[in-house]
Nanobody
Framework: QVQLVESGGGLVQAGGSLRLSCAAS????????MGWFRQAPGKEREFVST????????FYADSVKGRFTISRDNDKNTVYLQMNSLKPEDTAVFYC???????????????????WGQGTQVTVSS
């Protein structure tokens, strides 16, 4: 098992940047494909980005491509989401998740993740 704790959320003006972190404890994070998802009020949880166990493979939702960058440091058991050029429509609770069974394009779906963090709020003001 792995426990996930997100941090780094907050309030930022449109055009600003934030970096989210997801610290993993328990089983080594390198055992898992990691993903970031987000959920806005009244909406379903949606895929943002995923990164392979080694960090060599990444995928992004079209809505964040070119603005967000996912990365991981397996020595620190931490996954990051650098978010630039933030927009009000990025406002949501962001969740970190881990899956031991899927990677790449198969890891775009929330139901395929086994472990979730508690989420961190990101609010972008216009």
């Amino acid at each position: 098992q792995v426990q996930l704790v997100e941090s780094g959320g907050g309030l930022v003006q449109a055009g600003g940047s934030l970096r989210l972190s997801c610290a993993a404890s328990g089983r080594a994070a390198s055992s898992y494909t990691m993903g970031w998802f987000r959920q806005a009020p009244g909406k379903e949880r949606e895929f943002v980005s995923t990164i392979s166990r080694s960090g060599g493979g990444t995928f992004y939702a079209d809505s964040v491509k070119g603005r967000f960058t996912i990365s991981r440091d397996n020595d620190k058991n931490t996954v990051y989401l650098q978010m630039n050029s933030l927009k009000p429509e990025d406002t949501a609770v962001f969740y970190c998740a881990a899956t031991a069974h899927y990677s790449g394009v198969l890891a775009l779906y929330p139901a395929r993740y086994d472990y979730w963090g508690q989420g961190t709020q990101v609010t972008v003001s216009s």
